[in-house]
């Protein structure tokens, strides 16, 4: 009886160091296949802003792929958040901008969201927040004073 104790935990032992030394390795980051869009940010952030100011912001982004990257189609939240972008393939190591122009004639809170469709995969798509806020203009003082009646003239404003 000793004699089986003693082989079976002599087996057990053994197992237990063979399966012990079979270790997985440890999962290296391989570059994935296909183009990547590496954004710079994806917040676009207008700030504080007068009304009717500049309405243009850009952003950045690298294709960080190994294929050339196209973005198929790019869609403002509402008519007032307009993205336009380069059409031609963005090939792997090469950046490029999205230019996003916001009808800062509305006052208020900016909101909105730009959506990006790329052949990054079937279902990728990317969405950038545009915030900011838009105050009223300031009134501007008047660039030409209004005529007075001077000795020049008559009261009805005509010359002498």
């Not at 009717?52 to 190994?66: A, L, V």
């Not at 009808?103 to 959506?115: D, F």
């Not at 009223?136 to 002498?160: C, D, R």
């Amino acid at each position: 009886m000793k004699k089986l104790f003693s082989l079976f935990t002599l087996l057990s032992l053994a197992a237990t160091i063979s399966f012990a030394q079979v270790q997985k390795a440890p999962a290296t980051e391989e570059t994935a296949d296909g183009p990547k869009m590496e954004l710079t940010s994806t917040t676009v952030d207008f700030g504080t802003i007068e009304q009717d100011s500049d309405p243009f912001r850009t952003i950045s982004f690298t294709n960080t792929g190994n294929e050339p990257l196209i973005i198929k189609n790019a869609k403002g939240s509402c008519g007032c958040t307009v993205p336009t972008y380069e059409k031609a393939p963005i090939l792997p190591g090469e950046t490029s901008e999205i230019k996003i122009r916001y009808a800062t004639n509305r006052l208020g809170k900016i909101n909105k969201t730009v959506t990006l469709y790329t052949n990054e995969g079937a279902e990728v798509k990317r969405v950038l927040k545009v915030v900011g806020m838009v105050n009223k203009k300031a009134k501007q003082p008047e660039a030409v004073p209004s005529a007075a009646p001077s000795i020049l003239t008559n009261p009805n404003g005509k010359s002498q």
